[in-house]
């Protein structure tokens, strides 16, 4: 079973416009993740959550980590055909080294 | 740095055939991770390792071998490939001894068909 579940699993946004990708994890959070993927590529690292109610930014990509409901969502403002690709978010969710991942979403941005 | 490398990109093999998936890294991390990609469930952890001479097995282990003789290489072994196995193989490496901690680099993958 996915203990990781991301959404929506895929989006198609206008340039310029904004969106949100959530993941929601069926047990505790001990650190999220947040990778993207280009087709035939491997992962980037985009941020790392650790505490409730964390946020961070990086350029126009701003993810929060929700402890209480164990959810994180990634926000990206005036979408670019840069942000196109697959975000897979991935979490420590017993301290046991052992890291799960959510099926991904994939975003086509729209010139 | 080169960061974390595979080898090979491609890999095409017969039912019952056995191969080594290379991975290395040269960023001198101790935390050493396989992981197969299939559409629709993410990434899955196959091995682990913690450091040289240490490794454990992940959520997706059975079919899969792996040894860890020095910190910057973590090869896994098909013993005898399925087409079960056809996937996307990503090794990842990291500083610390938990992912939590520290962030993972991934290598390229490698895409491999079982027939």
């Known amino acids: 079973s996915q203990e990781l579940e991301q959404s929506p699993q895929s989006l198609i946004v206008q340039e310029g416009k904004n969106l949100t990708i959530n993941c929601t994890s069926s047990?505790?959070?001990?650190?999220l993740y947040w990778y993207k993927q280009k087709y035939g590529e491997g992962l980037i690292f985009l941020m790392m959550l650790q505490k409730g109610g964390e946020e961070k930014s990086h350029g126009k990509i701003t993810a929060k980590l929700d402890e209480k409901k164990q959810q994180s969502s990634l926000h990206i403002t005036a979408s670019q055909p840069s942000h196109a690709g697959i975000y897979l978010c991935g979490a420590d969710r017993a301290n046991d080294y052992k890291l799960s991942f959510g099926a991904g979403t994939t975003v086509t941005v729209r010139a | 740095n080169a960061g974390v490398t595979q080898t090979p990109k491609f890999q095409v093999l017969k039912t019952g055939q056995s191969m080594t998936l290379q991975c290395a890294q040269d960023?001198?991390?101790?935390?050493m991770s396989w992981y197969r990609q299939d559409p629709g469930m993410g990434l899955r952890l196959i091995h682990y390792s913690v450091g040289a001479g240490i490794t454990d097995q992940g959520e997706v282990p059975n079919g899969y071998n792996v040894s860890r003789s020095t910190t910057e290489d973590f090869p896994l072994r098909l013993l005898s490939a399925a087409p079960s196995q056809t996937s996307v193989y990503f090794c990842?490496?990291?500083?610390?001894?938990?992912?939590?901690?520290?962030?993972?680099?991934f290598g390229p993958g490698t895409r491999l068909t079982v027939l």
């Open positions: 960023m001198n991390h101790e935390y």
């Open positions: 990842a490496s990291s500083y610390s001894q938990g992912p939590y901690t520290d962030t993972q680099y």
């Open positions: 047990k505790t959070l001990y650190g």
